[in-house]
């Protein structure tokens, strides 16, 4: 029986006892049902306690179930059913939390667009975003939802990418600008080039991990568990002294009426849905609370380089040709070996030339993590690593670079320039002071070149020349003191390291599908900023949820150590648990807050 269905049961077969007894004086009839209804929600709890235990784990519901016993035992049947309500609604409110997550995003599925304006030999048609092809021109009037992701070709406006990002701002886009699947036009007209089917744009991917969130629901650790065997044993303490000096079993069951452990039940899952929505609304998305809870303990951040630390964007700096062969037609057959690859570099020599230039290409193969070969009009091409093209022995640069080869022939190398993101220094800095002192880069990159980013950023250890089973090799090799690790990546070749991490971050705003779903977090702004807020936000949610337990525990111990005496009644009791109930769910919703530090953080970063 579901949770929701078994509060709404009880509910109505305790006004149902109320009306019976105080309407027509059925005392018996009233404790009858009540007496029926707590031993069938008791007998429900011990199969689920039992379960719990053969899991290895240990929960509270033990003094539930003797509270419950104790209280239809002794014939203090309305405070009976006052602790079952409780119980009851507890466990409903758990439910709703578990499926909240990503509730801020949930208009996105709402308002998913269905068609796009085609422009097609003059004419406006339109169809499903379906079918929609890459390079179909797509006219998106004012106030409506771009359909699939795309490059401005006419028209200028502004554009709200609010559910996308998490940044208000309206951005205004012009011609030759990306656009975003989701984001909302404003006032202007314009017309837009396709580069993704829907299947692949943004808006979709988004829509992806709301709907995997949702098909798995957040695993929420009960806070409360860590501290149920002393909590058990004090309330047992405590209602069996009562019992042995007052010679009277009511005592007993006034005692355990106030240590019935509903607001510890209840303030984990309501504080980690609380930091999951303030996540939300800084443009991340957090898959899980237990992930809130690895994330929070972290001891190791690592980072991939191009693309998470740099922008990725890499820029050709110099072309090296040896004879027979110019620069201009190195960089032509290289651009057209690279022309069907999505490789950060391939993009940068393909960009850099005029599509004019391009030669036949066929037979195009790649070797994971060493480079391409490929048939240029008739030429055998290797590009990729030194060592994958040429055993010549040469002075090698000290950018990132990638060499050719040509029949078998070393024929030269390009070098690259990338640009470290202006977030990423003070990024570093403010995990330190966010408690993360051992940071990593794991790069592909040639050690000289990926020791210059990582000391000018201040990574802590630097590795490099990693191929992808190098970047998991780092990872597990963390001693046990370093983790929970987390790796952030933007990358196809970053999923298995994000899958392997304890918690993977990917950056989703450019990133791969791919890493978006390997990844416990996506943060949807392409800002390496927010993985300091996401820190915060954990922490600080975190904090709450431990604060919210033990005000619970404090609660109900004084409350239990003033029954002892018996001054509070048995219902007065379980109604003192309303209270209670209440001040632990008012403290665990502070965790959706925007807290001081992650304010700070903001503040800091928009200097930058």
């Known amino acids: ?74 014939g203090e049947y309305w405070a009976s059913i006052v602790v079952l309500i409780m119980l009851t609604g507890g466990d409903s409110l758990e439910d709703y939390a578990a499926h909240k997550a990503g509730k801020e995003l949930q208009n996105l599925l709402d308002n998913s667009p269905q068609k796009a304006h085609v422009l097609s030999d003059g004419h406006l048609t339109t169809k499903s975003v379906e079918a929609v092809q890459v390079n179909d021109q797509v006219v998106v009037k004012p106030g409506e939802v771009v359909p699939v992701d795309g490059i401005v070709l006419s028209g200028s406006s502004i554009f709200d990418e609010s559910s996308l990002t998490g940044e208000p701002n309206p951005v205004t886009k012009s011609i030759s600008d990306d656009l975003m699947s989701g984001s909302i036009n404003g006032d202007g007209a314009i017309t837009m080039k396709v580069t993704k089917i829907a299947a692949d744009s943004q808006y979709q991917t988004i829509v992806k991990l709301v709907k995997a969130s949702e098909a798995q629901p957040a695993h929420f650790v009960r806070l409360a568990d860590r501290y149920a065997i002393p909590f058990t044993l004090i309330s047992y303490l405590i209602a069996g002294i009562a019992w042995y000096i007052s010679k009277d079993p009511v005592r007993f069951a006034e005692v355990l009426v106030v240590a019935s452990p509903c607001p510890l039940i209840l303030a984990a899952p309501i504080a980690l849905v609380s930091g999951m929505s303030s996540a939300n609304r800084n443009g991340i998305i957090i898959k899980n609370g237990t992930t809130i809870e690895k994330f929070a303990t972290a001891k190791t951040i690592a980072f991939d380089k191009t693309g998470t630390l740099t922008k990725g964007i890499l820029a050709l700096d110099q072309i090296k040709s040896f004879p027979p062969y110019s620069t201009d037609q190195l960089l032509a057959i290289a651009a057209s070996a ?44 290797k590009i990729g690593r030194k060592k994958f093209v040429t055993t010549e022995t040469f002075e090698t640069p000290k950018q990132t670079a990638i060499y050719i080869s040509i029949d078998d022939r070393f024929a030269g190398y390009i070098t690259f320039s990338d640009q470290i993101r202006p977030e990423a220094s003070i990024t570093i800095t403010q995990l330190n002071k966010l408690g993360i002192k051992n940071t990593l880069m794991i790069s592909g990159d040639q050690k000289a070149t990926a020791n210059m980013v990582g000391n000018q950023i201040g990574i802590a250890k630097v590795y490099s020349e990693c191929l992808p089973k190098d970047k998991i090799a780092v990872l597990k090799d963390q001693e046990n003191h370093l983790r929970p690790v987390v790796m952030i990546g933007d990358g196809v070749n970053d999923a298995p390291s994000l899958t392997v991490a304890d918690v993977g971050i990917a950056m989703g705003a450019r990133g791969s599908t791919a890493a978006s779903e390997s990844a416990d977090i996506v ?53 003192f648990q309303e209270v209670v109930d209440t001040v632990t769910i008012l403290w665990a919703l502070l965790a959706h807050r925007d807290n001081a530090d992650l304010k700070q953080l903001i503040v800091q970063q928009k200097n930058v």
């Open 338 to 381: 690279e022309q069907q690859s999505s490789h950060i570099l391939a993009r940068s020599i393909v960009n850099a030339v005029d599509k004019n230039v391009l030669l036949p290409v066929s037979e195009i193969q790649e070797v994971t993590g060493m480079g391409i070969t490929a048939q240029v009009d008739q030429h055998h091409v």
């Open 1 to 74: 029986m579901k949770h929701t269905t078994k509060f709404a049961l009880v509910v109505l077969l305790g006004v149902l006892a109320l009306f019976l007894e105080f309407s027509f004086h059925l005392h018996l009839a009233a404790q009858i049902i009540i007496t029926v209804v707590g031993i069938f929600i008791s007998i429900t709890m011990l199969i689920e306690m039992i379960k719990t235990l053969r899991s290895g784990k240990y929960g509270v519901d033990l003094l539930a179930i003797t509270a419950i016993v104790a209280t239809l035992a002794v």
């Open 523 to 575: 943060i949807l702004k392409d800002d390496l900023g927010r993985v300091a807020r996401t820190l915060s936000i954990s922490q600080y949610t975190m904090k709450i949820a431990k604060q919210s337990v033990l005000i619970g525990i404090f609660i109900c111990i004084g409350l239990m150590l003033i029954a002892a005496t018996g001054i509070i009644p048995a219902l007065i009791g379980a109604l």
